[in-house]
């Protein structure tokens, strides 16, 4: 069907209800399950449910964008979240009914399914949970307009706040900042999370490069190691580094190349849990970013919510669309060959 086939007179939308008085029952499920913190409902119920017209000065204008946009990045926020969660339980349902050598000796049943189920839930996940983090990066250029060098609204990308984390703080304190005080925290918050060292060190590097790779290359070239304990329980383990080929220290027997002993090569190679419990972790680390960034945002709107609206950002905003003169695909005829 064609847009030009259709009657473009529209007397009237359908659509969600514009004026929302109580919470949704979908954030009121992501709160009951755990699958989004406290603070992210917080910020939902200060924004008046996100129902149109209820915007504070400090978002508000004249053809509604900026408190529009703050509305999809807000649920967007819980969208993520909730589908990380779902896929987090996806990835534990899925691998149990994984086939393994064990199982099949043993007469027990298994899913043919289940292995790709589990692995594109595991690679669903990981795009969940970058995206999280780059809306939350428009969350700050939103609120925190002009203070994190390189973040602009409409452009945000998480890439820039974590190089924004990485520098010294160069911030002089000016005590007729409203928010000052709020952006210092919301810094010292982040790092703590963001900049984690000991056993967390490089995470989000490690959840970039899987992140890229899986979407961009797909399963074939995204490793999985399979290991049994003593159960004969098969747990799957990621690499810390790509490419990786395993295969290059397999030597024959009696060859003179002498290989790394096996151990050694996937302590020093593999991430050190299982990718259940690595997906698990990364769903609460993230969680917590997200808690700590809306709490942050909560306290920052509190203080300017009466301000007026926030120019710098809806010019922002208003300076970055992107449009495409494409319209349709024209028939290219049966394939070559």
């Known amino acids: 069907m064609k847009l030009q086939e259709l009657n473009l007179n529209v007397a009237g939308v359908v659509g969600a209800p514009i004026s929302i008085a109580t919470p949704e029952p979908t954030w009121l499920e992501g709160r009951e399950s755990g699958a989004i913190p406290e603070p992210l409902f917080r910020l939902y119920e200060q924004a008046k449910f996100l129902s149109f017209g209820a915007a504070p000065s400090f978002l508000a204008d004249p053809d509604n964008l ?111 900042d409203v928010l000052g005080g709020r952006f210092v925290e919301l810094r010292q918050r982040l790092s703590k999370r963001v900049m984690s060292g000991g056993s967390e060190k490089d995470w989000l590097g490690l959840l970039r490069l899987l992140r890229n790779k899986s979407a961009h290359l797909g399963d074939d070239v995204f490793r999985y190691f399979g290991l049994f304990d003593p159960k004969g329980d098969l747990f799957m383990f990621i690499p810390r580094e790509w490419p990786y080929f395993f295969q290059m220290h397999m030597k024959q027997t009696g060859s003179s190349e002498s290989a790394e002993p096996f151990p050694e090569f996937l302590k020093k190679t593999l991430v050190a849990e299982d990718y259940i419990s690595f997906a698990a972790g990364l769903n609460r680390k ?52």
């Open 66 to 176: 900026l408190f529009s946009y703050y509305g999809m990045l807000v649920r967007g926020l819980r969208r993520q979240l909730q589908e990380s969660s779902d896929l987090v339980a996806v990835m534990h349902e899925a691998h149990s009914k994984v086939y393994t050598p064990i199982k099949k000796a043993k007469g027990m049943a298994w899913d043919p399914t289940a292995d790709s189920r589990a692995n594109q839930a595991f690679r669903d996940l990981l795009g969940a949970a970058y995206s999280t983090l780059d809306i939350l990066a428009e969350l700050i250029a939103v609120v925190f307009t002009g203070r994190v060098s390189g973040l602009k609204v409409g452009r945000a990308q998480f890439a820039t706040v974590e190089d924004w984390l990485r520098k010294e703080p160069t911030e002089t304190p000016d005590p007729n």
């Open 286 to 337: 993230i969680k917590n970013i997200v808690a700590d960034t809306a709490d942050v945002l909560h306290g920052s709107i509190k203080i300017v919510s009466g301000n007026g609206t926030n120019q710098f950002a809806l010019t922002q905003l208003k300076g970055n669309p992107q449009a495409f003169e494409f319209q349709l695909f024209d028939d290219d005829g049966p394939l070559a060959g």
